[in-house]
């Protein structure tokens, strides 16, 4: 049996640590046979835990009751409206996610310009500058689906130099880590590009010269970044041309 | 701190709506999908269907008891933020909903470890099913002794290893520790234990 199908138990009763966990999840996104198999196992272990009911207080219904107020649901799932090549990999191939089409993040991206404020790690590129590469007329955009639910997109701008993510739903980082964005220079060095905003949706412009990047990733590192990835990517987004 | 993190009295102060009991797993999908569309009504249903399950569950795991109040509030927080996103083709909403309850208790019991794991002692096999006089924690002692019966069929090492990780919290690599198992074999132990579980309870498609 192959290393990364034997995780499937462990995943399912949620035994695995934050990287295993990352990189079995961009395996699942690529493994009927373990999505199949998770499921399965999602629902016994589910019953396990059936056994173990006990009577919550009556406050917590209404805590509940009120705090969803305040939540807005996730739109669902919407059907991939294009699709992305896969494109040579300089990093890990078992660590990638599944390179798919585009859903709801291309939605966010053509409606980005309008409504949302893009966060610039910088500080002094303001939003125009994300609007530019945004709307760059060289604007290369690949799409990072995770089995979450989450998705990320990179926009790369040549002319303008600069790169730019945008995030839907992605879970917070791990207790105590962040996620750290890398861009990748032609010699395969991994140059820090900014620290991920503590958001499930974000908008963020990376640091640094992108016009030869060669590809964007997503590490999980301790809080405060590191200097260098300590880790394989949770999500690579090879921009190779 | 009481180390089986039970509170014997655990009294239902309110009991469950016999409506909303018994729910089959369709009504309990066609209250996730409604409230998906912000119905705030279905998804009351649906916390008065399940609370008892998921927050039965967050005792076990997480046993401190106010801790685990915190805990089901984030969960049906994050049921209702995601609820489109549940797929009736891949399982049940009960499994759906247990499954988002499960890893934000795992996530709970490990940052919370990270200062002091919360007792050294293993007393996971000493839990006793606190029996509280509702239509749905009688059905879960229904469920309970189904569980019980099918875990009778796994080996020790495999029933060992899925409590730890399920009703414990620990890693594949703790539980290889706890258990003296060779590095990486407690992973197996897990998958064949829950697919010998998943036979003997019937679980399938």
């Not at chain 1, 990189?23 to 399965?40: G, I, Q, S, Y």
């Not at chain 1, 919550?56 to 705090?67: F, K």
């Not at chain 1, 303001?126 to 290369?140: C, I, K």
């Amino acid at each position: 049996m192959n290393e990364v199908h034997a995780l499937s138990g462990a995943y399912a009763v949620d035994a695995l640590d934050d990287i295993e966990r990352a990189r079995f999840e961009a395996h699942l996104a690529e493994c009927r046979d373990c999505r199949n198999e998770v499921a399965e196992l999602q629902e016994t272990a589910s019953v396990l835990g059936l056994a173990a009911a006990s009577e919550p207080p009556a406050s917590l219904r209404a805590a509940v009751l009120d705090g969803i107020e305040e939540i807005r649901p996730l739109p669902p799932r919407v059907a991939p409206t294009f699709g992305a090549s896969r494109r040579r990999r300089a990093w890990s191939a078992t660590s990638r996610g599944l390179l798919a089409a585009a859903s709801i993040a291309a939605v966010l991206l053509l409606a980005g310009v309008a409504f949302l404020r893009p966060f610039d790690s910088t500080g002094d590129g303001g939003p125009s500058a994300s609007d530019r590469v945004l709307a760059a007329a060289d604007a290369v955009r690949v799409q990072q689906n995770f089995p979450s639910g989450a998705s990320a997109t990179v926009v790369l701008s040549r002319s303008e130099g600069r790169a730019v993510i945008l995030t839907d739903a992605m879970d917070p980082a791990p207790e105590g880590k962040v996620y750290e964005l890398w861009l990748q220079t032609p010699s395969g060095d991994m140059v820090p590009a900014g620290l991920m905003p503590d958001r499930s949706d974000a908008v963020m412009m990376l640091n640094g010269d992108a016009s030869q990047a060669t590809a964007v990733g997503i590490t999980v590192e301790p809080d405060g970044g590191s200097p260098q990835p300590t880790s394989d990517p949770i999500a690579l987004f090879s921009l190779a041309s | 701190m009481n180390p089986n993190g039970e509170v014997a009295g655990g009294a239902p102060e309110q009991g469950v709506p016999p409506a909303a009991v018994g729910q089959s797993a369709d009504e309990l999908a066609e209250l996730l999908n409604r409230s998906a569309r912000g119905d705030r009504e279905a998804f009351a249903s649906l916390y008065d269907a399940t609370s008892a399950r998921i927050f039965g569950l967050m005792v076990r795991v997480v046993r401190d008891r106010s801790q685990a109040e915190e805990v089901t509030q984030e969960v049906f927080m994050e049921i209702w933020r995601s609820a489109s996103r549940f797929d009736p083709e891949r399982g049940s909403a009960l499994a759906w909903m247990m499954t988002i309850g499960h890893r934000k208790a795992v996530d709970r019991v490990r940052s919370a470890e990270a200062s002091a794991r919360r007792d050294t002692s293993f007393t996971y096999q000493n839990h006793t099913i606190t029996h509280d006089e509702t239509v749905e924690t009688a059905m879960a002692t229904l469920e309970a002794r189904r569980v019980r019966v099918a875990m009778e069929q796994l080996t020790d090492v495999q029933r060992e290893a899925i409590e730890l990780a399920y009703f414990g919290g620990y890693s594949h690599s703790e539980v290889a520790a706890l258990l003296d198992l060779p590095v990486g074999t407690a992973k197996t132990r897990i998958r064949d234990g829950l697919i010998r579980l998943r036979d003997a309870i019937g679980v399938g498609r």
